[in-house]
Each structure stands twice: as C-alpha cells, then as structure tokens.
C-alpha cells in the first residue's frame, strides 16, 4: 500500500515484510527513489527471525526489501545502494559479501558494511532503489 504525505513523499507499507517497531515506515518514495528502513531477518507472519547462519539471515533480509521494492514498482535489481549492519564483521562479511554477489548483479550498487550491535540478529540491511516508471 501506498500512502500519500506532504511534499510528494509517499509512505510504502506491505504485510510481506515486518511491520516497524517503532515510528518509521517501511519504505518511503521520493523523486523516483524508493528508501526503505532498516529491515531485519525476521519473518513477516511471526516476527522470528529466521536463520542461525549471517547467509540464511541475510537472504531474509533481501526478500524482506524484495517486498518492500516490489510494492513501490522496484526490484533489487534498481537498488542503487545498501547499506548494511553486521553484528560479528570480522567472522561474517565474507558469507555475507558471496550471498550478495548470488543476489545483485553488475554493475553492483554502492554499499557501505559496518559493524554494530544488533540484538538477536546477526544482519540489518537499508536500501536505496530506483522505481520503475
């Protein structure tokens, strides 16, 4: 679903993915570009998160932004950049980097990986996307 704000941003919201915990959207659309939020492994239905492995968690993530996109009329294939939160970098950004070359393709969007302190989680991932007209 869509919804309309002031300034020509329009808010992207879908059950496909897991609702926000807090007061933010989804995914927000501006000037053709689709932001969405932070999204973790977690299944949309039940909130768990799925996956024990940085691979399984981040194939999650993307299908959960994979949502996200396909309700503003995007893909990961118009993901121009990412933006991604590892709770281990040193032990996991190798698997996470050969789950991200199996998913985009090139030219590969611009990313910036860093470490942080998840809870319960092992990957969060935000995006930029281009939305088809």
């Known amino acids: ?13 879908t059950p496909r993915a897991p ?13 053709g570009f689709v ?14 998160v799925i996956g024990d492995t940085i ?3 981040t194939r999650q ?11 503003a009329n995007s893909t990961l294939s118009e993901v121009v950049k990412v933006t991604a939160h590892l709770a281990n970098p040193e032990r996991d950004f190798l698997e996470y ?5 199996a998913i985009f393709s090139k030219p590969y969007p611009v990313r910036t990986t860093v470490g942080s302190c998840l809870v319960g989680m092992l990957v969060e991932i935000d995006v930029v996307a281009v939305v088809r007209p």
């Open 1 to 13: 679903m869509i919804g309309e704000h002031g300034s020509g941003v329009r808010e992207i919201t």
């Open 35 to 48: 932001f969405s939020a932070g999204c973790g492994p977690q299944d949309p239905i039940t909130g768990v």
């Open 19 to 31: 609702s926000p915990g807090g007061a933010y959207s989804q995914g927000i659309i501006v000037n």
């Open 55 to 57: 691979a399984a968690q």
């Open 97 to 101: 980097d050969a789950v991200c070359r």
């Open 61 to 71: 993530v993307l299908s959960n932004i994979s949502a996200i996109l396909a309700e």
